[in-house]
């Protein structure tokens, strides 16, 4: 299987054109979307094929409402921690689009999974969230593709969204997805639209040894 | 910017294609591959804008001795975790191409980053390494793209690889990575070729709430 330089120019604008999405329509998502976004997110690698990825689809209201407060609690508690000029900007900034989002999952990492026989997490146990982000990642790609936006919802605390969602406590929460039709489409994140932070320079971030 | 059907499909392909791969052929990539691949991985999401993500391409041969003579002590203290049929199963694995791969890069997430500020990361620390994660997942798919396969190595200890590489102890280790011209392609998981695990059906990791 080989891929040509129209698609990897394809790829390119895909990987440009991924979004956090936090600004949904309102319209909902054709039916078994999420199921068909799961699938395709299940061809990521995972550490030692042990695939610990856990997808809860969330679509009972009385849930979604307290996933929701819980959000709003844990970034009222996040604005109190910003001083000086950060605190306005952070309140004035649009972090997930729960309360209008037509579909919604949260996704676990089950690190006492059987499968895979422990095979590549001896010395690194995190490998089992990291396959999960993975899966995530992939998921991210091709809902955009399809049009849809996503958008990971970090401002919750991890036990409390277990008890919401009435999952075993061993799971390691990895997030909460918003997903629908985004309003707009952009190819800079939301938070460098606001000014919050920038993107800085490929060259940064590479040392070489 | 929308995608077609054909892009979809292709995409599919991608992801059913993209494989950890440990059998490499010793032909080197063209020049500056690696840049090119960590340019696309910047594309990926991260909490806040954080861009936790510090790349460390390694081509020094001692180190690169170093990496692998790593490797082989903690692979052998997993072959040694193996009871019964395990044993002798694992034993079989090639379970990395450090030694022959043309080029090697290890990925760490640099937790204490100002950048972002801190958004999104206060009740989930941990958000720093998941971005780190879907930058790699992106440059995975983008080097697959390109007829170059990728290997993700964990059978390493971090404190120990972060002394070989003289980086800041606090950054935390994600992985390390082979690249190269894979000896074959194929659209199943080697572990899964080799009988240690097989995919499950999507359908085990579906919940609803």
Redesign the interface.
Known sequence: ???DDG??A?????????R?VRRFRSDPLPPATL?RL???A????S?????P????????PA?RRAMLEEFKS?NE??LK??TGG?APR?AE?K?AGMAEAPAQM?VFADPATG??????????P??A??SV??A???M???A????IGMG?V?????ARVAGI???PSAWR???YFCFGYPQA?Y?A?E??RAG?????E?EN?????
């Open positions: 299987m080989t891929f698609f990897r394809a790829l390119r604008e895909l990987l440009v054109w991924r956090d199921e799961i699938e395709l299940c061809l990521a690698p550490v030692g094929l042990s695939q990825w856990r997808f809860v689809i969330v679509d009972d849930r844990c508690d996040a921690s910003y950060l952070y900034l972090l949260a499968l895979g026989h422990g095979l590549g997490r001896r010395t690194m995190e490998m969230e990291y982000v993975a995530v990642s992939m991210w790609l091709a955009r593709a399809e049009g990971w970090s401002i919750l605390d991890p969602l009435e999952v929460f990895i997030g489409e190819d994140p938070l460098e919050w932070e920038r993107r800085h490929v971030f590479i040392l070489r040894r």
